[in-house]
Nanobody, 121 residues
Framework: QVQLVESGGGLVQAGGSLRLSCAAS????????SGWYRQAPGNQRESVAT???????NYADSVKGRFTISRDNAKNTVYLQMNSLKPEDTAVYYC???????????????WGQGTQVTVSS
């Protein structure tokens, strides 16, 4: 069973910074793609940033230049550094990985439980 544990969310004033972490465990052989998504009340879940095993990154237009995604392969951990936060960044943030376990022949998609980020104006 793959588990993702997120941390780093909280309450911050506009213009502030937060760093989210997502640590994966559970006999993981390889992580292909890692990503952060968010869902605000009444909205659909949207992609914020993704990073591939080759460190290719992609960002939503709304966060470009403010957020940075990175990964530590040795720790099976993905990070999201969020700077210059705005009230519209308020949402529950979820991490997701596409990974292959040692006991499986296939890659699967796994999600974290979510962490709340609240930006006050």
């Amino acid at each position: 069973q793959v588990q993702l544990v997120e941390s780093g969310g909280g309450l911050v004033q506009a213009g502030g910074s937060l760093r989210l972490s997502c640590a994966a465990s559970g006999s993981i052989f390889r992580i292909d793609v890692s990503g952060w998504y968010r869902q605000a009340p009444g909205n659909q879940r949207e992609s914020v940033a993704t990073i591939t095993s080759g460190d290719s990154t992609n960002y939503a237009d709304s966060v470009k230049g403010r957020f940075t995604i990175s990964r530590d392969n040795a720790k099976n951990t993905v990070y999201l550094q969020m700077n210059s936060l705005k009230p519209e960044d308020t949402a529950v943030y979820y991490c997701q990985i596409v990974a292959k376990r040692y006991s499986s022949d296939y890659f699967g998609s796994y999600w974290g439980q979510g962490t709340q980020v609240t930006v006050s104006s």
